[in-house]
């Protein structure tokens, strides 16, 4: 049977600069210097290295693989001063067999280069490409008869589940390097339901429970067994979900025959003080939090994520557009690239129940120069995606400026649009204009908007929110226009926030911390909920609560107040230093109330049977640890 040993700790890393230290992996060598603004985060092959005794194992009976689940970008692996393999993409699992090579003492190294290149992707985004072995690295012993480990990183076992009215058909196809194969259904309190045997069997099962998003994300296991003269000598466990699914361009998203509306967020996966070498706690609490404010759908951005993740969305019901980095700027010498990065995540993640689409790109008009072998590539991966999986759909994200009549927009069988109307362009209103042009023009091409979104920061405030000014006031406006704008356009097949988290954008420079994208809903050491996380709570999740916004924005100079409530509950009622001021029902969940200055404002929010406290002090000039900000010339100033 299969067997493990963690190669995390004992390695020696040795820098740019030819500085030798001792890490363990998860490691990046820019979990500082690419998250500090500058677009100066260092980008070169640095050098990871540490010996392990040969493995307990029969060279006779069993093989030893050494598995990475991500190195970014390239890599070259060397066991004795031995070529053992190369790999080009920092964000998928790739393995090697070593167990020719191994000797008592054996020295593995690992080159790993994130430079500029025109060859591997990404190479042109707003984010930082850390550079390093940013997730685990472990030995995997199994027998001569093994479930196949050489078919594009993949478990080799792929699981698609067909309802069939009540039932399903569990077809599990397999590949082996010798022996047969017996497959077993369990449901999830470990009783089997199902059961037969070969590489390519379909399972009948007269009930089956679907796989209904967050209300009901119920997850079979297939086990799979590799046997040998009746003896079994390799055996996985692979959960999947029993769903339909399909996007109609009227109504939406359709799960499992009934209208399900997608509304969700995107996600990056760094953290501050680590850039992506985080731990499964972390991606626990991320996902805690994307539960916590109701979503239904995450945009894994702008790559293959981890496998943990995907699982936790399995398990949590998130819907999920998984996607390869092909990003901003199309690279004629990249395309095999884009080839093997969408065939790695295709066959890693298909069993996934979580996963209904494939994302082909993102904003690749940008920069691309050879339209004509942009888009070719674009039909090529298309066509990819449609014969490796007929069972999901194909999308891309459309950078703002592509307009609705370009071709690379009407290739994938949905589309969506990175649009930022009423942040980067003035007027919000534009996007119900886009939205009623597009759908009126195409009505049968389902839209959806992949990115949307305003920056905020926790330390900014404005009595008068301007486009622009990075407050939190105003990030709260602009989402609080957007979800009464989608409620107007009910067939969009999805929405996703840009973005859940604030994350390291390098090369950024622009409105206070550089080096950050601050447009996140939760900041980006994932302490502080920002007013408009409560905002997508009070429409998303149906669980009672009330918020009181603009908390931080404590000392206020105004002669009069707007206080703004955020809640699940039809009416909020609002008391100042023990008086009731008013009561308010609303039907976007957001309650305001006019309030004169006094000086001291001690105000309680109740909402059925929550509540909700702040302060407002008056002061007659801005607080001396505020400073004064002038976003443009245009705008008035805000105290921050």
């Not at 390869?324 to 990249?334: V, W």
């Not at 918020?547 to 703004?564: D, E, G, L, P």
Request: hydrophobic letters at 35%; one cysteine or more.
């Amino acid at each position: 049977m299969r067997q493990t040993i963690d190669l995390c700790p004992g390695w020696r890393f040795t820098g740019l600069d030819g500085t030798t230290v001792p890490v363990d992996v998860p490691h990046t060598w820019n979990n500082i210097d690419g998250q500090d603004g500058g677009n100066d985060y260092k980008r070169g092959t640095c050098l990871y290295e540490r010996t392990f005794p040969r493995p307990d194992f029969d060279p006779e009976t069993q093989r030893v693989f050494i598995e990475f689940d991500g190195v970014n970008a390239s890599a070259d692996v060397k066991l004795g001063g031995a070529a053992v393999c190369h790999h080009d993409g920092g964000y998928s699992t790739f393995r090697a067999d070593i167990t020719d090579m191994l000797e008592d003492t054996n020295e593995l190294s690992v080159s790993v280069d994130n430079s500029v290149n025109d060859r591997v992707y990404p190479q042109k985004a707003d984010f930082t490409f850390y550079g390093g072995i940013y997730r685990a690295v472990r030995l995997v012993i199994v027998n001569k008869a093994h479930f196949a480990m050489d078919i594009f990183g993949s478990c080799g076992i792929r699981v698609t589940a067909t309802p069939k009215g009540e039932g399903a058909g569990v077809r599990v196809q397999s590949h082996v390097t010798e022996g047969d194969v017996r497959v077993t259904i369990l449901d999830k309190k470990g009783k089997a339901v199902g059961a037969d045997e070969g590489t390519d069997c379909t399972i009948e099962l007269a009930k089956a429970r679907r796989w209904h998003g967050t209300s009901d994300p119920y997850l079979y296991t297939c086990r799979a067994e590799v046997l040998v003269d009746g003896h079994v000598t390799d055996s996985l466990d692979i959960a999947f979900g029993v769903r339909s699914f399909r996007v109609d361009p009227k109504i939406g998203f359709v799960l499992n025959d009934k209208p399900y509306p997608l509304h969700g967020v995107s996600r990056h996966q760094d953290r501050k003080g680590l850039g992506n070498a985080i731990t499964r706690e972390m991606h626990e609490e991320d996902m805690a939090l994307i539960r916590e404010m109701g979503c239904n759908t995450v945009r894994l951005a702008h790559y293959q994520h981890d496998q943990y993740f995907y699982d936790l969305c399995d398990r949590a019901g998130m819907v999920v557009w998984a996607e390869i980095p092909y990003i901003s700027e199309h690279m004629n010498n990249g395309r095999a690239n884009t080839i093997s990065q969408m065939e790695e995540l295709i066959e890693q993640n298909y069993n996934h129940a979580c996963i209904v689409c494939w994302g082909v790109s993102n904003e690749i008009t940008i920069s691309t120069k050879d339209k004509a072998d942009m888009l070719d590539n674009h039909r090529v991966l298309n066509d990819l995606v449609h014969q490796m999986d007929p069972t999901r759909f194909t999308t891309l994200a459309c950078y703002a400026m592509c307009g609705p009549f370009n071709p690379v927009a009407h290739i994938t069988d949905t589309v969506s649009w990175n649009l930022y109307l009423g942040w980067y362009v003035p007027g919000m209103f534009l996007n119900d204009l886009w939205i009623g042009f597009f759908h009126l023009r195409y009505p049968n091409r389902p839209l959806g908007y992949s990115e949307y979104g305003a920056e905020g920061m926790p330390n900014l405030h404005s009595e008068h929110p301007r486009r622009n000014d990075h407050t939190e006031e105003y990030q709260a406006k602009y989402h609080e226009f957007m979800l009464r704008c989608f409620r107007r356009h009910p067939h969009m097949w999805a929405t996703h926030v840009w973005n859940m988290f604030d994350f390291a954008a390098d090369a950024r420079d622009q409105g206070g911390e550089p080096g950050m994208n601050h447009k996140g809903l939760v900041t980006f050491d994932r302490k502080t909920k920002k007013d408009s996380f409560y905002l997508y709570k009070a429409w998303w999740n149906p669980d009672p609560f009330v918020h009181i916004c603009s908390k931080r924005f404590m000392n206020r100079a105004a002669k009069a107040i707007t206080v703004k409530v955020y809640s699940t509950e039809k009416t909020v009622t609002l008391r100042v230093n023990g008086k009731l001021v008013g009561e308010k029902t609303s039907p976007d969940h957001v309650f305001t109330f006019r309030v004169p200055m006094e000086k001291e404002l001690r105000v309680e929010a109740v909402a059925g049977k929550c509540r909700d406290s702040a302060t407002f002090v008056k002061v007659d000039a801005p607080d001396p640890s505020y400073k004064l900000r002038k976003d443009s010339k245009k705008q008035k100033s805000n105290w921050v």
